[in-house]
């Protein structure tokens, strides 16, 4: 239970429906000792949000605990950003926290609190058929998460409930006035990364790693075509697709088409040079399907607010292949690539 209003009505649906529920919130993240202390608190892991959290449990009378999971979330997500951003990357910490975190972490303690399941706010659905257990698009597709789910396995998903997959996001918020959540029910959401409350990665990284600019300097700026521009700031301020804050002009708009970490140089090109036909996919983890052996048709989403575009995935070595039909653009490496048959995620993997 972050303390939001997802979280807490899924509580509440669960416990009228006649779960015995225990509310968990989980602290991941301590801005005071992490170069934010001027900074208030923000999001899931603010003593407001706790508070919230708790206000639901004791309304409905079940119990609710706060367990401290900062150790394995600096570990296995924040270490992990840093090291994506070094390697020329752009991650998606939220995609890892679900897989090593909110999942992996918590049906540990499921189990020592004698639980049979774990339960999110996500908007998805879930079934099992044909021995699966298969996540599949939710009914508000503005507000689908399917993507960000791709990373659980079947362990995962066979003791996980959904129980907003059917509802509107307006219907949540509704459910949430009528139980005498008024505040919750006009919460605003947020979407920035959760150990960064003002957005701005770049800062994050200087304030994280010792000798920052020092480490990772000035280096070659150029254009696809091997003309010098000039210099960058440092590689691991740049992503894929980036048009703003490149301080170089040439006449026409200009994107990062290439970071490479080994010389120091970030290549710019136009827009028609972000286009590619295919990618390559690691760590790939089959949902709908055990496996497959001859090419598949799916529909592919390359980052969160895709729409997704139609391609052909296979077996290649250890990866998968993407072969798209219709070229894409800022394929972007550390992102997340997820298939889709229908509204069903067919597997999913990261964009090397």
């Not at 609710?64 to 900062?70: C, T």
């Not at 998805?124 to 960000?148: A, F």
């Not at 396995?153 to 949540?172: A, C, H, V, W």
């Not at 960064?196 to 770049?202: A, E, G, S, T, V």
Request: a neutral charge; glycine letters at 8%; hydrophobic letters at 35%.
């Amino acid at each position: 239970m972050s303390g939001g209003i997802d979280s807490s009505v899924a509580a509440m649906l669960l416990r009228e429906q006649g779960y015995q529920v225990i509310g968990i919130t989980m602290k991941t993240w301590d801005f005071s000792s992490n170069n934010y202390s001027s900074r208030k608190e923000t999001g899931c892991c603010s003593l407001d949000s706790i508070n919230d959290a708790r206000e639901v449990a004791v309304k409905y009378g079940f119990p609710h605990y706060v367990l401290d999971f900062r150790n394995e979330f600096n570990e296995l997500i924040v270490n992990n950003f840093i090291e994506e951003y070094l390697a020329g990357h752009t991650p998606n910490p939220c995609v890892r926290c679900n897989t090593f975190i909110k999942w992996d972490a918590l049906l540990k303690k499921a189990d020592l609190l004698g639980c049979d399941f774990i339960a999110t706010g996500h908007y998805v659905k879930i079934r099992h058929e044909n021995s699966r257990y298969i996540i599949s698009k939710g009914k508000d597709d503005s507000k689908d998460q399917s993507y960000v789910l791709w990373g659980l396995t079947q362990e995962n998903l066979k003791r996980t409930l959904f129980p907003l997959g059917n509802y509107l996001k307006s219907d949540i918020r509704e459910i949430a006035r009528k139980n005498g959540f008024d505040n919750l029910a006009k919460k605003r959401e947020s979407y920035e990364i959760c150990f960064i409350p003002d957005n701005n990665y770049r800062c994050f990284l200087e304030n994280n790693i010792q000798n920052f600019k020092e480490k990772y300097p000035e280096g070659v700026l150029k254009l696809i075509d091997g003309k010098i521009l000039g210099t960058h700031k440092g590689y691991p301020n740049y992503t894929i697709g980036q048009r703003k804050g490149l301080e170089v002009a040439v006449g026409y708009p200009i994107y990062v088409v290439d970071i490479d970490p080994v010389t120091n140089t970030v290549t710019l090109g136009k827009k028609d040079d972000l286009l590619k036909q295919e990618l390559f996919v690691k760590d790939f983890n089959p949902v709908k399907f055990t496996t497959f052996t001859e090419p598949l048709e799916v529909l592919t989403k390359i980052r969160y607010k895709d729409k997704g575009t139609y391609s052909s995935i296979e077996q290649y070595n250890n990866q998968i292949k993407v072969t798209f039909f219709n070229k894409v653009s800022a394929i972007t490496p550390g992102q997340s690539a997820v298939f889709y048959d229908g509204d069903d995620v067919v597997g999913g993997g990261v964009i090397v």
